[in-house]
Nanobody, 125 residues
Framework: QLQLVESGGRLVQAGDSLRLSCAAS?????????MGWFRQAPGKEHEFVAGIRWIDGRTSYADSVKGRFTISRDDAANTLYLQMNSLKPEDTAVYYCAARSAPLVSTDVQGYDYWGQGTQVTVSS
């Protein structure tokens, strides 16, 4: 069992930057898991934001965040990050990190085995 705990969410202004962290603990380590960040805005479905492959660290992003967000992982520290720059009000959501027991990223919520509890990001205009 892998436990994930997100942190770093808060209220910011449009144009600000924020870094989210996701600390993993429990069975095994980060190695072997592809990791992803999802978000859920009020009244909307979970949306894929970014992912990082275990096998080679290759990253992928939703079009809405490409060029503004950067996902990274520190396997030694068992921590996943999401650097968010040039934040917009439409980025307001609860952000979740997720892990799947596979080397490749999935953009599908159903493709992930472990989830954190989420951290709230609010961007004011």
């Amino acid at each position: 069992q892998l436990q994930l705990v997100e942190s770093g969410g808060r209220l910011v202004q449009a144009g600000d930057s924020l870094r989210l962290s996701c600390a993993a603990s429990g069975r095994g380590t980060f190695s072997g898991y592809a990791m992803g960040w999802f978000r859920q805005a009020p009244g909307k479905e979970h949306e894929f934001v970014a992912g990082i492959r275990w096998i080679d660290g290759r990253t992928s992003y939703a079009d809405s965040v490409k060029g503004r967000f950067t996902i990274s992982r520190d396997d030694a520290a068992n921590t996943l990050y999401l650097q968010m720059n040039s934040l917009k009000p439409e980025d307001t959501a609860v952000y979740y990190c997720a892990a799947r027991s596979a080397p490749l990223v999935s953009t599908d919520v159903q493709g992930y085995d472990y989830w954190g509890q989420g951290t709230q990001v609010t961007v004011s205009s």
